[in-house]
């Protein structure tokens, strides 16, 4: 066998049970020195599962692992380390309060004798960061920076240990285009030097850039396993579905009535400068632009939760006055946030709770008693509606496979009867076939005469399924674009309209 072919890692018959779920049955897996291996399936078919097991996060129940050849049993976090096996979780864990460096650094802080130097770590981090041409300071604390700079440190952070065999679990999904390409800058090199890469994602279009073969699972199975270049599109979905996914962007065409919400000269900070929008009866506004365009920042000073310095804000043609999310909540706005794990989701309460406490004004009566077959009808409705995959509603949340979490996030508030959706970024990480049941129910939503403000970074979506974009740069609409003259070129036109800065030299 060539070198090339030689397989590193060898997963034979994986079977993980959690309580209620086989989450892995009988899963075989190979990964090749120096490839790019891309694992697909849809939200909870087991593709964490599998790379916990093999990078010591969880235990497998049954199976063998095989590294270099040889049967290496259980592996361990300390074992993970010493075969060269580093992951980047799908869930970024860091810890917000401590810096860039003490981040990349935890559990194996560098010291000088036997005292902690964070000069060493501070130096040591710099080089790593620079040498992958990732513009952070060291010093900055992790909580500060966006979540795609987050992201940066975390790859910066498995980079660090020298691994050979990476795991990148949907590295790119809070990225920009640039640092995607950044990304896949530092894979090919990676690639080069012969390292091995378990590449997740659900961003199929990108797949082509970087990926070798491709190992896809569906429902805790194992389904093939074959070259990137001998699979079409198509048949990949199928294989991840199981079945044809027809129309990826399930447009509907509903009459424009009148103006629902509009959004009047709304300042709030550098990233939201006289921001104005109408949103009309039937349509879904999408709101497009880069990577800190202001789009986030304009949803958070509409819902509350930073505050306005100016600019009004009208439902049903009269003014409402929001400071806080709950003043929203009230008149009947909602926000679906970014970024779940923070704004959108308690992982350590049930599913059950995480769908019924925010609607608890709806569910309970005068004297604040609880209905609880109100309650078990909207939990119901919420995960049959968007096909959540879940072993019982009293699980905690924390338990859910990345995109159904997700699908948790927007589902909460959709039980609501509220009159203004403001969807920010709604199918990160959300699979194939469930992203089109998100696009089916923002489509209910403008059928019912409710206004639908979508935010999302991906073109092709937004061209999809908005009937008119507004295009944000600098913190500024720069333009809207009606659904069908609208294209991705005349949208990156708008969205790179920055303005002539005098950018100031250092002498
Ligand atoms: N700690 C856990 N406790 C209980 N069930 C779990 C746990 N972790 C995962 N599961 C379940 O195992 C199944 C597989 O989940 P996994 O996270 O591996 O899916 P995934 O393929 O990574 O999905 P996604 O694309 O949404 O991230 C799911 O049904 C999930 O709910
Ligand atoms: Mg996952």
């Known amino acids: 066998m060539e070198e090339k072919e030689r397989p590193v890692v060898e997963m034979e018959h994986i079977t993980k049970i959690f309580p209620g779920v086989v989450a892995l049955d009988d899963v075989s897996f190979e990964l090749r020195k120096g490839e790019v291996m891309a694992l697909l399936g849809e939200n909870g078919a087991g593709k964490s599962t599998l790379v916990k097991i093999l990078s010591g996060v969880y235990t497998k129940d049954e199976g063998t692992i095989k590294i270099d050849g040889v049967d290496v049993g259980d592996v361990t976090p300390q074992s993970a380390r010493k075969h060269g096996i580093a992951i980047i979780h799908q869930e970024l864990n860091m810890c917000r309060h401590l810096s860039v460096a003490e981040n990349i650094f935890l559990g194996r802080e560098l010291s000088k004798h036997g005292i902690l130097s964070s000069k060493e770590m501070e130096k040591e981090a710099e080089r790593i960061l620079s040498s992958l041409k990732i513009d952070i300071s060291p010093s900055t604390i992790v909580g500060d920076l966006p979540v795609s700079k987050q992201q940066m440190v975390e790859i910066a952070k498995a980079l660090s240990t020298n691994a050979r065999i990476l795991i990148m679990d949907e590295p790119t999904s809070a990225l920009s285009d640039k640092e995607i390409n950044e990304l896949f800058r530092i894979i090919r090199d990676l690639k080069e030097h012969g390292h091995s890469i378990i590449y997740i994602s659900h961003r199929l279009e990108e797949l082509k850039h970087i990926v070798d073969r491709v190992t896809i699972m569906r429902d805790g199975h194992f389904i093939t396993r074959a070259d990137f270049s001998s699979l079409s599109m198509d048949q990949i979905i199928s294989y991840m579905v199981g079945r044809e996914i027809k129309e990826k962007f399930p447009h509907v065409e509903t009459p424009v009535g009148e103006t629902v919400f509009s959004v009047k000269n709304l300042n709030a900070g550098k990233m939201v400068r006289n921001v104005s929008f109408d949103v009309r009866k039937g349509e879904i506004l999408g709101i497009a632009g880069l990577m800190g365009a202001g789009r986030t920042e304009t949803t958070r000073a509409i819902f509350g939760v930073d ?79 968007l096909s959540v995959k879940l072993s019982s509603a009293e699980a905690n949340a924390a338990s859910l496979s990345g995109g159904n979490q997700q699908k948790i996030v927007v589902g909460k508030w959709l039980a609501r009867r509220s009159r203004v959706v403001i969807f920010d970024e709604p199918t990160r990480g959300i699979d194939v076939a469930a992203k089109v049941e998100i696009y089916n129910l923002m489509n209910r939503l403008k059928e019912n005469g409710i206004a639908v403000v979508f935010v999302s970074s991906e073109l092709p979506e937004i061209l999809g399924m908005a009937d008119r974009i507004a295009v944000m740069c600098d913190g500024e609409i720069k333009g809207f674009l009606q659904r069908g003259e609208a294209t991705q070129e005349k949208i990156m036109a708008l969205a790179t309209q920055f303005e002539k800065k005098i950018v100031e030299v250092e002498l």
């Open 307 to 385: 505050p306005k310095e100016g600019g009004n804000i009208h439902l049903d043609g009269k003014e409402i006055v929001i400071r806080r999310p709950k003043d929203a909540i009230k008149a009947g706005v909602v926000l679906v946030p970014e970024d779940r794990k923070k704004d959108g989701l308690c992982t350590k309460l049930s599913i059950r709770e995480n769908i019924a406490l925010p609607n608890l004004d709806m569910l309970s009566d005068k004297a604040s008693v609880i209905h609880s077959r109100k309650e078990h009808k909207m939990v119901g409705d919420a995960i049959s509606s």
